[in-house]
């Protein structure tokens, strides 16, 4: 059930891949979103549920990472941390969490697992973006 009081969404971002370079781009997005004053929600489906869990189980070209902290890019636990920090919303599909291999433990506390149609609800009619 959504929240009447809620303040509505300004940016969803809904990710599907594993890939490092797409959860970076996601996450540097979100992040920007959010320190302008947006309210964001990250949403993971499928393979995209590792942007959620706390090792980054599933995590795809992990060289790629090195490469950004080198540059003195922040990495993705450091943009991860800033969404948790700025109050972004968190959210995973259920069947991806399965898809996965993972259970609740396996995710942020910060995360919600729920249905595509509660997804679709909290998401109302911001602006969606898929990585």
């Not at 929600?41 to 090195?66: I, K, Y």
């Not at 991806?96 to 942020?108: E, F, P, S, Y």
Request: aromatic residues 8%.
């Amino acid at each position: 059930m959504v929240d009447a009081l809620a303040k509505p969404f300004d940016l969803a971002l809904v990710i599907v891949e594993a890939r490092y370079e797409r959860l970076h781009a996601a996450y540097m997005l979100a992040a920007t979103a959010a320190a302008m004053g947006q309210n964001v929600l990250l949403f993971g489906m499928g393979a995209g549920v590792c942007a959620f869990s706390r090792d980054w189980h599933g995590l795809e070209d992990g060289a790629a990472a090195q490469k950004r902290e080198q540059a003195g890019v922040a990495g993705l636990d450091v943009l991860r941390e800033a969404m948790v920090d700025m109050g972004a919303t968190f959210m995973v599909c259920d069947s991806g969490v399965k898809t996965m291999g993972l259970v609740a433990q396996d995710l942020l506390p910060e995360v919600e697992t729920v249905g595509l149609p509660s997804f679709f609800d909290r998401a109302g009619a911001a602006r969606q973006l898929v990585f």
